[in-house]
């Protein structure tokens, strides 16, 4: 299987990280591709630009094996709903059985109001990564009419690519970070270190991204 992680990444961070090693360590997954989206359907616009986004995760995952960055969903027109990316991926003939779409705990909650929803669910994996605060196994009981698709991924466990297309559920440690945060620490001037990766608070001083709009001199 190839892990998908999709995700606004304004900027990509720590946790972001996190989750697609979790993933990649826990699922039979040969990579897992980064996927900065181009419109988010379910948020306001980002606030630095695709190409500024993109670079950023490209400097995240540099020294990574197994994680690569994808631009299927900035090329494409139009919102980045998952199931426009799983049509592109058909169309460049992929399987979709063979991916698996990677979201932390708090995006797949809400689910129910994707695109597409629910027939999205049987056209790949989906893997569920708890978020700090947020457990994955927390979903059986916010998604009782999925939980007779979700297979909890253990520790020391070996696990094959199903054939019926499942939910996995892994509780890992992640940073607790949100892009939200960075952005509000940038804008009052507090340290990100630890946050982001050493590449990409580099590439946000040197672009000055995520500064406050007004800056009397
Ligand atoms: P924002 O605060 O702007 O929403 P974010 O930190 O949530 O940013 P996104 O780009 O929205 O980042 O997230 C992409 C994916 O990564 C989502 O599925 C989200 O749930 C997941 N994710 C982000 N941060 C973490 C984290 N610290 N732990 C687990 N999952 C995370
Ligand atoms: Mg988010």
């Known amino acids: ?57 490209r400097a995240a995952i540099a020294n990574e094996p197994g994680l690569e960055a994808s631009t299927i969903e900035l090329d494409a027109a139009g919102p980045s709903y998952t199931s426009a990316t799983l049509d592109r991926f058909a169309a460049a003939g992929v399987d979709t059985h063979t991916l698996c779409f990677i979201a932390g705990a708090d995006a797949f909650a809400e689910i129910p109001t994707w695109h597409q929803y629910p027939e999205l669910l049987d056209r790949c994996h989906f893997a569920v990564v708890s978020r700090p605060g947020l457990p994955a196994e927390r979903l059986r009981t916010q998604l009782p009419r999925l939980a007779s698709r979700m297979i909890s991924v253990n520790e020391n466990q070996a696990y094959t690519t199903p054939s019926q297309a499942s939910i996995f559920l892994i509780d890992a440690s992640t940073a607790p970070v949100s892009s939200t945060d960075v952005r509000a620490r940038i804008a009052r001037g507090a340290s990100v270190e630890g946050l982001v990766p050493d ?19």
């Open 1 to 57: 299987m190839i892990g998908l992680l999709g995700g606004t990444f304004d900027p990509v961070h720590c946790g972001h990280l996190d989750v697609a090693r979790a993933a990649r360590v826990r699922l039979p997954l040969e990579k897992v591709l980064l996927i900065p989206s181009r419109t988010p359907p379910h948020r306001h616009a980002p606030r630095a630009g695709a190409a500024d986004r993109l670079a950023m995760v």
């Open 199 to 217: 590449a990409v608070a580099a590439y946000i001083d040197a672009h000055r991204l995520y500064q406050p709009e007004a800056h009397g001199h």
